[in-house]
């Protein structure tokens, strides 16, 4: 008989997990609010419930006599999911303490300090009375839910009236009613996505990312990335050795991990810890360059309690082979898409792993869509053996790729640029 396993959540990058969970043949059942969620539309079966309504989903998972719960990809979703697997007596590759540590930017501020891992200076705003209390804010800094992700609720503010106004919007989008307010860097990017295999930590995959600075104060929302990032020598050597003591301390055994950093004077300031898969899925370029695809590790540890074949550990290089990798974020400005023109040709690219697209002719792109994630039209990943190559499909797909309103004006806000080729090309 097929096995069953809830997955929790029904954005469009999960409905890719649930696709996967079919192709291993499980039975999928997605439990999410919104009964247009794009993961139901692939499941075996799905259910209108509110996933932090844990004692329901935990009912569903008995009276369905499923065989495991995995989480999809949704930062906010992991704590619950946490919950359920503990009263179901489920396996679950987080517990109570990681949930603490790297499911909200408040309690990861908090082991960074306990652990000296470096990270954003900032303060913390947990009602509308105390906003008053950081007369002396140097400003321009960012504004940040504590426990939310994708931009919702972030921005940048520049003087004191728009962050006052700017904390009360972004108290409305956390769950614990705590915002993050921290100095707003202007530097580089990067991200650093570790695998965890039975209390061991690894470095599986490490890029630089580039982000758009075209709408004003809302949230820098990604472009793309690179990998492996032209800091991976330095990052190896300086911030990697502390990030596996404090995994170690924490007793972190199975999952995986992606850390964000600014990198500004030689120095990594980590931020923004996700304990799942990511929407930018760094798993995807590791499982056609390394062959291990942490999508299905993951759906057989929620089935098995087992992360991983046992060579693992081989196959696993943060380096890629000698070869590069490359995500291009398309982006949409406000508007309804009347026509869309290249994007079978991209698909069908021999340099293209996969293309997620989230929109076709119709949709609408609405005011408060911009700023955060939801804005993404498609992500394209591509693998290449040189920078070089990866420089020329960058150029070529921007000249493929049409995206038009009803008014013929393009729809697309800003287009990757080619990358400094000296920056990754080692001597």
Same mark, same amino acid.
């Given at each position: 008989? /097929?096995?069953?396993?809830?997955?929790?959540?029904?954005?469009?990058?999960?409905?890719?997990?649930?696709?996967?969970?079919?192709?291993?043949?499980?039975?999928? @059942?997605?439990?999410?609010?919104?009964?247009?969620?794009?993961?139901?539309?692939?499941?075996?079966?799905?259910?209108?419930?509110?996933?932090?309504?844990?004692?329901?989903?935990?009912?569903?998972?008995?009276?369905?006599?499923?065989?495991?719960?995995?989480?999809?990809?949704?930062?906010?979703?992991?704590?619950?999911?946490?919950?359920?697997?503990?009263?179901?007596?489920?396996?679950?590759?987080?517990?109570?303490?990681?949930?603490?540590?790297?499911?909200?930017?408040?309690?990861?501020?908090?082991?960074?300090?306990?652990?000296?891992?470096?990270?954003?200076?900032?303060?913390?705003?947990?009602?509308?009375?105390?906003?008053?209390?950081?007369?002396?804010?140097?400003?321009?800094?960012?504004?940040?839910?504590?426990?939310?992700?994708?931009?919702?609720?972030?921005?940048?503010?520049?003087?004191?009236?728009?962050?006052?106004?700017?904390?009360?919007?972004?108290?409305? +989008?956390?769950?614990?009613?705590?915002?993050?307010?921290?100095?707003? /860097?202007?530097?580089?990017? /990067?991200?650093?996505?570790?695998?965890?295999?039975?209390?061991?930590?690894?470095?599986?995959?490490?890029?630089?990312?580039?982000?758009?600075?075209?709408?004003?104060?809302?949230?820098?929302?990604?472009?793309?990335?690179?990998?492996?990032?032209?800091?991976?020598?330095? +990052?190896?050597?300086?911030?990697?050795?502390?990030?596996?003591?404090?995994?170690?301390?924490?007793?972190?055994?199975?999952?995986?991990?992606?850390?964000?950093? +600014?990198?500004?004077?030689?120095? =990594?300031?980590?931020?923004?810890?996700?304990?799942?898969?990511?929407?930018?899925?760094?798993?995807?370029?590791?499982?056609?360059?390394?062959?291990?695809?942490?999508?299905?590790?993951?759906?057989?540890?929620?089935?098995?309690?087992?992360?991983?074949?046992?060579?693992?550990?081989?196959?696993?290089?943060?380096?890629?082979?000698?070869?590069?990798?490359?995500?291009?974020?398309?982006?949409?400005?406000?508007?309804?898409?009347?026509?869309?023109?290249?994007?079978?040709?991209?698909?069908?690219?021999?340099?293209?792993? +996969?293309?997620?697209?989230? =929109?076709?002719?119709?949709?609408?792109?609405?005011?408060?869509?911009?700023?955060?994630?939801?804005?993404?039209?498609?992500?394209?990943?591509?693998?290449?053996?040189?920078?070089?190559?990866?420089?020329?499909? @960058?150029?070529? =797909?921007?000249?493929?790729?049409? @995206?038009?309103?009803?008014?013929?004006?393009? /729809?697309?806000?800003?287009?990757?640029?080619?990358?400094?080729?000296?920056?990754?090309?080692?001597?």
């Amino acid at each position: 008989m /097929m096995k069953k396993l809830i997955i929790l959540g029904g954005n469009p990058e999960t409905a890719i997990l649930v696709k996967t969970a079919i192709s291993m043949g499980v039975y999928t @059942i997605v439990v999410d609010p919104n009964p247009l969620s794009p993961a139901k539309k692939v499941a075996n079966e799905s259910y209108d419930i509110e996933v932090f309504d844990v004692d329901e989903v935990v009912e569903l998972a008995k009276k369905l006599n499923v065989d495991g719960v995995l989480v999809g990809v949704a930062d906010i979703l992991v704590a619950p999911y946490q919950k359920i697997c503990e009263k179901l007596n489920m396996h679950c590759y987080v517990t109570e303490d990681a949930v603490d540590a790297f499911c909200s930017k408040d309690g990861f501020k908090r082991y960074c300090i306990q652990h000296n891992i470096q990270d954003i200076p900032g303060i913390y705003i947990n009602d509308i009375a105390s906003i008053d209390d950081s007369k002396n804010m140097k400003f321009p800094v960012m504004i940040k839910p504590v426990d939310n992700g994708g931009g919702v609720g972030m921005k940048i503010c520049r003087d004191e009236d728009d962050y006052k106004n700017s904390v009360k919007t972004a108290l409305k +989008f956390s769950k614990k009613g705590v915002v993050l307010v921290e100095r707003y /860097m202007d530097c580089d990017d /990067m991200a650093a996505y570790y695998t965890f295999k039975d209390g061991k930590s690894y470095l599986s995959a490490i890029s630089d990312r580039l982000t758009t600075k075209k709408q004003g104060d809302s949230s820098p929302v990604c472009i793309g990335a690179i990998f492996p990032s032209k800091y991976t020598d330095q +990052f190896v050597k300086e911030v990697n050795p502390k990030l596996c003591e404090f995994f170690e301390w924490l007793d972190v055994q199975n999952g995986v991990l992606n850390l964000q950093f +600014f990198v500004e004077d030689n120095i =990594f300031y980590a931020y923004d810890p996700g304990f799942r898969l990511q929407g930018e899925a760094p798993h995807l370029p590791i499982a056609h360059i390394n062959k291990f695809d942490h999508r299905k590790m993951l759906v057989n540890f929620a089935l098995t309690g087992v992360f991983g074949d046992d060579d693992f550990a081989i196959k696993n290089d943060f380096r890629f082979k000698g070869k590069t990798a490359c995500t291009i974020w398309v982006l949409l400005k406000e508007g309804t898409i009347d026509s869309i023109e290249g994007l079978e040709q991209i698909q069908t690219d021999e340099n293209v792993i +996969f293309v997620l697209d989230r =929109f076709k002719t119709g949709d609408v792109v609405d005011a408060e869509m911009l700023g955060t994630e939801k804005q993404v039209f498609a992500r394209i990943y591509l693998v290449a053996d040189t920078i070089t190559d990866i420089n020329k499909k @960058i150029v070529e =797909f921007r000249n493929l790729l049409k @995206i038009t309103d009803s008014k013929g004006q393009d /729809m697309i806000l800003q287009w990757m640029e080619p990358f400094e080729e000296a920056d990754y090309i080692k001597n």
